[in-house]
């Protein structure tokens, strides 16, 4: 049987997030509490130092196959792939030619 996948508020992820910057508590104990895996709680956290007040823009939901925003989340998650493969490349390039040296 498959859980139904919760959605959480922007302020509720904030929040979250805050109550484990404070420090009071182990963020076991906020994600406890809170009824989330504590690793989501990084999550979040890691998203909120990365964007900022950008952080959480929209409602958590994809788009639908076949839209336009399908396929440009498609494409960028291509190109993040493609931009990722050709670092590795140039790397191993540079490497194996300080080795013909």
Do not use: C
Not at 16 to 38: N, S, T
Not at 64 to 92: F, Y
Request: aromatic residues 6%; without cysteine; proline residues 2%.
């Amino acid at each position: 049987m498959r859980k139904e996948r919760q959605s959480f508020s922007r302020e509720f992820k904030l929040e979250a997030v805050r109550l484990m910057d404070e420090g009071k508590k182990p963020a076991a104990d906020i994600a406890r509490e809170l009824g989330i895996r504590r690793n989501q709680l990084y999550k979040w956290k890691e998203k909120t130092d990365k964007h900022g007040s950008d952080a959480f823009p929209g409602k958590g939901k994809r788009a639908a196959k076949g839209t336009v925003e399908d396929e440009n989340l498609r494409l960028k998650q291509e190109l993040a792939r493609v931009k990722e493969e050709n670092e590795i490349l140039k790397k191993a390039a540079a490497f194996f030619a300080r080795e013909l040296k």
